[in-house]
């Protein structure tokens, strides 16, 4: 489970002494720990894994934002610390799939809906998200579904 990953991390990087990944390691369970105080009163909890991605990808939208922000306005040093904590964040990310793979699971789905045009984009992208959530960055996967049914 990608949570006990973490907090292995945790512990070698107190152990080790590195200041930065700890930080970031501790950035990730507090968020974690807010995302489990949110979800104590919902009707249905997600699987623990699939929470623990969700928290992760959003945490590594939100760096790359800041990082073109802070390189825009010329604060380099803000956008290599936000570069640092990404690299942190992305070590625990399940393996992402390539653009092709995407390409190929889209058509797929395209086909197993019957999906004929942009009216049947949230069908598609409804069962893409359930069937490769973890393993894709959603708003990169909604823009090909665009493209696949547009063309």
């Known amino acids: ?27 990730i369970l507090s968020k974690l720990k807010d995302k489990d105080i949110e979800l104590r009163t919902a009707a249905v909890v997600p699987d623990d894994d699939v929470l623990v991605t969700d928290v992760l990808q959003k945490m590594a939208k939100q760096r790359r934002e800041s990082i073109t922000m802070y390189e825009a306005g010329g604060r380099q040093e803000l956008a290599d610390v936000e570069k640092a904590e990404l690299a942190v964040i992305e070590e625990f990310l399940p393996q992402q799939m390539s653009e092709d793979d995407t390409r190929t699971a889209i058509a797929a789905l395209i086909a ?25 960055d959603m708003s990169k996967a909604s823009g090909l579904v665009k493209a696949a049914l547009a063309g």
């Not at 990953?5 to 501790?26: E, H, Y």
């Not at 942009?118 to 894709?136: E, I, N, P, R």
Request: charged share 25%; aromatic share 0%; glycine share 10%.
């Open 1 to 27: 489970m990608i949570r006990e990953t973490i907090k292995a991390a945790q512990i070698s990087s107190m152990k080790s002494g590195d200041k930065p990944r700890l930080a970031a390691v501790r950035l």
């Open 112 to 136: 197993e809906t019957g999906a004929a045009g942009m009216k049947d984009m949230g069908k598609v992208v409804a069962a893409l998200k359930a069937k490769h959530g973890t393993q894709l």
